[in-house]
Each structure stands twice: as C-alpha cells, then as structure tokens.
C-alpha cells in the first residue's frame, strides 16, 4: 500500500512537470500550428540562468523568476524577430507546413550550440530550496520528497493563475481567438501578431519552470532538457494538441504511467513505455483524449 502511495505522489509530481512543457508547446501550437522544437533549447538557456542567479545569490525562488522573465523575453524574441519574419516570407506551398518544424529545429541547434559555448558541456547542479530526501513515515522512508510537494505545488498554482488568465481576462480571450480564427479577430479589432507573440513569451515562461522544476533531481547540461521535450511533446499529443486542458491531463496520464512502469516493471522500459501509452491513444483517439469542441473551451 505504501509503494502504491508513493508511486501516485511521485507520478503526480512528474506529470506536472511534464503538463508544463506540454502546454508551452501547446500554446504555440495553437496560435502558429508549429510543434515549437526549440523549446527545450528555450527551457535550457532559461535554466543556465537560473543556474547562474542561484550561484551568485543563493536564492532559488530569484532564480526561477529571472528562469521566468528570461524564458518569457527569449520567446517573445523568436516569435517576434524570427518565426514572423518566416511566415512573413514562406505564404504558401507544401514548403509552408515543413519550414516551420525545420526552422524550430534549427533554433533548437543554435540554442544548444550558444548554451554550450557559454556554459561549456559540464553538468552542473542546481540546489533545491528545500530538501530532495524522502519523507519519513515511521520506520518507512518515501522516495516522495518535500520537493516533489513543492512541485505539485508550484504547478498548481501556475496552472491558477493561466486558467484565470485564459477564462478572465481579455488578453486569454484574444490568444483564444487569435488561435481559431485570426482574420475574424483582425476584423474585430485584435492585434493578431502581438497577441501571438505574448502566447510564445506565456510558453517560454511555462517551459523555463518546467525546466528549473526538473533540474535539481538531476543535472544541468546543454542537452539535459531534451527528455523533457519529448515526454511534453508525447503528453500533448495524448491529451489533445488543441486543448490546454488536455496538455495538463495527458502530463499528469503520462507522469503516473511511467512512474508505475518504473515501480513496477523496470525503468529501462519507461522511455519505450511512453510510446506505446502515446499509440495506444492514438488508435483509440486520434484526436487526443480531450478533443473536439471541448478543447475550444480549454
């Protein structure tokens, strides 16, 4: 019953990492129809940041609100000065739906390459604010760490704050009109691209807690987030590319199935395991878990 418990409680605390990174890839999805693959370059640099505010201060919550505005202003920038420029010369032809995903792979590389000269290929550790040992029950100890609740914690509260943003505010409305129907949103008086590109400093944002959140139970490297980037990807595709809702649901799916093939079966089948979670959706519900009308609201 115990191992039960905590397989759910670490389960948990994984997938909500990986409901981060799925929906900063969601949400570029949704306004640009790009699968934004250098996001985990963005989540990368923004965690060498953090990683370089805590070392000077100490303060990990002052690292992970300069992770933050960094992860924020990097996407801002790329949508900005580099994905507009794209689509602002690439109007039409099957080139249209390739050079995008190319072109985000190519930011990926870039990313990875800079992180890389400036920081060097060393692993590097990021401290925890609290302690990463499991808790005590008696004469059991947990895997579950204080941190791992400090996780579902800080996620939860993220997740508050987009879905107020989303559901109560006219800058949600517009990313959420933006996304379905641009020209409409123009004609009604929208600014289509501004919009666009708050919803890529929204996602850097979510994809620089994702990685700052995921870095001290293991090491920082320029390829250290790659992982991350897959398990978000598998997870919006399985909760539904269109729907936010559906990233959070298929990161927490995703979390509690790995962490019981781990537990379980072994952990060398998790990154397999993953895939056939993902195939098996796919021919259940090609659409995702949470899809059609439902995802508009999301």
Known sequence: ML???NTILIGLSTGAIYSLMSISLVLV???TRVVN???????VFSTYIAYEVSLRTGNFWLALLCAVLSGALLGAFIDFFFMRMLFKHVTSGPIRAIAPVVATLGLLGIIRSAVGYIWGVEVKPLEPPVSTDGIRIGSEVLPFS???ALILLIVFVVLMILTFIFQRTSLGLSLKASAFSPEISRLSGVRVDLTRTVGWAIAGACGAIAGVLATPTSLLSPNSLDILLVFGFVAAVIGGLESMLGAVVGGILLGLGVTFIANYVGS????LSAFVFLIIVLL???AGII???RSRNA
């Open 3 to 5: 191992k039960l418990l």
């Open 29 to 31: 999805w949704r306004s």
């Open 37 to 43: 693959f250098a996001q985990a370059g963005q989540a």
């Open 284 to 286: 259940v519900k090609p």
């Open 291 to 293: 899809s059609g009308k």
């Open 146 to 148: 204080t941190y791992d």
């Open 268 to 271: 060398t089948l998790v990154f």
